[in-house]
């Protein structure tokens, strides 16, 4: 909608009868409004419908709030257009947890990796340590596994000395 020309008007110029209408009107229309969505959402989810048979949402404002066909229909519109914002705020929450849920699994995984490492690292640190103690230990025996960054695995002999 286009507005070529305008006058601003301010609630100081008015009589404050006239503001105290305005204010009631605008409380009275988002109360309808809230209602309306309220007894749209509750009948979606219920299966439930709010309306009598053969009843449109039209009447149903019309009767209820006692508007005229404007304001009642303008009810209605604002009323859907709350439920549609809802249900896409709704949808891109559900997005974003998703991408939380993957971005934790994916941390998860690499610290289980991460961890596996170190378990393997102390397990070659008891072998050898069991090992080491033996009169002729093997050379392949004393092999300690290292676990450096998430794919690398180096083996690295460790020569005790006995006389140290």
Do not use: W
């Not at 219920?46 to 019309?62: D, I, N, V, W």
């Not at 934790?104 to 393997?120: F, S, V």
């Not at 640190?125 to 450096?148: M, N």
């Amino acid at each position: 909608m286009l507005t070529l020309f305008s006058n601003r008007v301010y609630k100081n110029t008015l009589p404050a009868v006239e503001v105290f209408a305005v204010v009631e009107e605008i409380v009275n229309f988002n109360s309808a409004k809230y209602h309306l969505v309220n007894r749209i959402t509750h009948s979606e989810r219920t299966g439930q419908r709010f309306l009598a048979e053969g009843q449109s949402p039209h009447m149903y404002a019309k009767g209820t709030f006692g508007y005229n066909d404007y304001f009642a229909n303008s009810v209605i519109i604002a009323a859907k257009a709350a439920i549609d914002s809802h249900k896409e705020v709704h949808q891109l929450n559900l997005q974003s947890l998703k991408s939380r849920i993957a971005a934790k699994d994916k941390k998860l995984k690499q610290l289980n990796r991460y961890l596996q490492g170190k378990q393997a690292m102390l397990e070659s640190c008891i072998r050898i340590s069991k090992v080491s103690k033996q009169a002729r230990p093997r050379k392949k025996d004393l092999r300690l596994k290292t676990y450096r960054g998430c794919r690398e695995k180096h083996s690295t002999y460790l020569l005790f000395s006995r006389y140290v």
